[in-house]
């Protein structure tokens, strides 16, 4: 009997989601990397036994300092999980499996112009892998290290892909291959966008790489072209950052920017600190409590009940006396919400025979003696109330306003205002806002998270710190961004660069542990504020430069003039 032919291996999706799922875990959210990428398996488990430490330093030592990738690949398949994953392949799966890891450790050569990043552009509240410039890229020019292999999906695969909504990976309609094709590897991190700056280049059958179609910027994403249907009819819920700019596709039936938030009084007590709202509270009490009426006879008699104090207003006279002209710009400058606030007076004081009252001192400002130098009415002439007058608290903020009655302390500083986020203006579920993904849009919780900015040089950008443990929270602040300390840790230099000069004063740090990476609080703040004063530091400089050039070319020009008057005509 004749032996049966041997069938033709073909690598199937089955298999490469395995290899893909296997190398992005080790490879790289092993590598340092602040969140852990979608895996084509949802119950994909992480291999415990395989060290962050010991990927990082075959990385590290083999492809960033010796740009060796056959030797890291040769140690990094004789780390154990690894190794007894292959163990189990055939040799056609195995030959697959080593380009796979091969594709995965070009990331982090020197010569690669990206690095994975993350974006919450199409989920706001969690994050997913793209693919950002660290260096100038060329119109053009094939984007070395970044590639994916493309493999067949039957109709039974990609219905299940189709129907699992945490599955959302690149899929392609090929009309060469008349059907849906899915491409992993790193080319699976490159999002799509309507106006892309990169194209699909074929290297082979089965491998895609990238081109530039314009010239790219560092920091800037890389995005490709999926398809004309690939997020509904003619894209309709596409929200790349093209159709974010024009307002078109999934962004034409979203709000056009966020509502703006109206303080109410009780956002207003929500953002202040309750003792220091109390001090003042009681503060206002005491201006206004009730004053025991002045009789013009000699003898001052003291009524036992005191009349109930009674919401009143400055008077015409008065008004008139201290604005004149400006009364009417003084009250419309007064903020809306002031104005809306209920008027709460204290409780009528009642005193009882018993009772001694001093009589209150006034402001230190305004002399009594004398009436000529104030336009207030003494208590001679006619038409003036026995009762002092209680003045509301608005009543005050405007003679405060032009006299200064109480001279504003450092105490009596409003502190900023942090209102409750459910007393925000809320959007509605599935409405999108431009920008609603950015890190200003970000409502975050004092309590477990932080604003922070990156101490690197060369970044700067802000982020957001976060920490459960209320101890490491205030404790282990990161001084910088959590790309530049991934990038510090692979290649042990500052962010962006991955070569060592001969002339470079860096010095390569080889082991992470050796960087001190966080500190506390206060020193947190201490190197804030150092940021700050060498950030206006360099803008003074650049300032002085500008106008040193602006003054050059002044002399320079009037050099010109002279020597050209200076010259002696001569007659022909």
């Known amino acids: 009997m004749p032996p049966k032919p041997r069938k033709h291996y073909a690598l199937s999706l089955r298999l490469l989601s395995n290899f893909d799922d296997i190398l992005t875990d080790v490879l790289v959210d092993k590598l340092f990397y602040w969140t852990n990428i979608r895996k084509v398996h949802p119950r994909y488990q992480s291999n415990r036994t395989i060290k962050d430490k010991q990927v990082g330093d075959i990385i590290r030592t083999h492809v960033c300092v010796g740009r060796n990738v056959q030797a890291a690949t040769d140690r990094l398949l004789e780390i154990d999980g690894i190794k007894r994953f292959c163990q189990k392949l055939r040799p056609e799966e195995k030959s697959d499996f080593i380009k796979h890891v091969k594709r995965y450790i070009e990331i982090y050569h020197p010569d690669t112009a990206y690095e994975v990043s993350t974006t919450n552009r199409y989920t706001v509240t969690s994050l997913e892998a793209s693919v950002v410039a660290r260096a100038p890229i060329v119109k053009g020019e094939v984007i070395k290290n970044l590639s994916g292999v493309m493999v067949t999906m039957t109709k039974e695969e990609e219905a299940e892909f189709n129907e699992a909504s945490n599955r959302d990976f690149s899929i392609i309609h090929s009309s060469r291959k008349a059907g849906a094709q899915i491409f992993l590897g790193p080319a699976r991190f490159v999002n799509h966008d309507c106006s892309p700056n990169c194209r699909f280049v074929s290297a082979s059958k089965s491998t895609v790489t990238f081109a530039a179609l314009r010239h790219i910027e560092p920091g800037e994403e890389l995005t490709v072209y999926y398809s004309d249907d690939y997020f509904g009819p003619d894209n309709v819920e596409c929200l790349c950052q093209s159709c974010e700019r024009e307002m078109k596709g999934g962004w034409a039936k979203s709000i056009p920017y966020m509502p703006a938030v109206t303080l109410n009084k009780r956002m207003l007590e929500d953002g202040k600190d309750e003792d220091d709202y109390a001090g003042r509270a009681r503060k206002r009490a005491r201006r206004s409590l009730p004053t025991p009426a002045l009789s013009t006879s000699d003898d001052v008699s003291i009524k036992a009940d005191s009349p109930p104090a009674a919401p009143s207003i400055l008077t015409p006279d008065i008004i008139s006396s201290l604005e004149g002209a400006e009364t009417s710009r003084a009250v419309s400058e007064i903020p809306t919400v002031v104005l809306n606030l209920p008027m709460n007076l204290p409780t009528p004081l009642t005193s009882t025979p ?153 010095v390569r740090v080889m082991n992470p542990e050796d960087v001190e990476r966080s500190v506390n609080l206060s020193q947190h703040r201490r190197d804030m504020q150092a940021i700050e004063e060498w950030r206006v530091e360099n803008l003074l400089r650049e300032v002085f430069k500008k106008n040193l050039r602006k003054e050059n070319r002044k002399i320079e020009k009037k050099k010109r003039r002279t020597k050209t008057r200076n010259t002696p005509v001569v007659e022909a």
């Not at 006034?362 to 009436?371: A, T």
């Not at 993904?437 to 409502?443: G, M, N, P, Q």
């Open 354 to 506: 018993d009772a001694t009252l001093s009589p209150i001192e006034g402001p230190p400002n305004i002399s009594r003696s004398s009436s000529s130098n104030s336009g207030l009415p003494t208590a001679t002439e006619d038409g003036y109330e026995s009762d002092l007058s209680v003045y509301s608290d608005t009543d005050m903020d405007i003679l405060n306003e032009k006299y200064k009655f109480f001279p504003t302390t450092k105490k009596q500083l409003q502190k900023p205002i942090n209102p409750d986020p459910r007393s925000l203006p809320q959007v509605p579920a599935g409405i999108r806002y431009p920008g609603d993904h950015l890190f200003e849009s970000t409502f975050i919780d004092p309590k477990t998270e932080m604003r922070c900015a990156c101490q690197n040089a060369n970044c700067n950008r802000p982020f957001i710190y976060k920490n459960e443990d209320a101890f490491r929270f205030l404790n282990h602040i990161p001084r910088c961004c959590p790309r530049c300390e991934r990038h510090s840790k692979i290649y042990g230099l500052v962010w962006p660069k991955t070569v060592l000069r001969s002339d470079d004063p860096e």
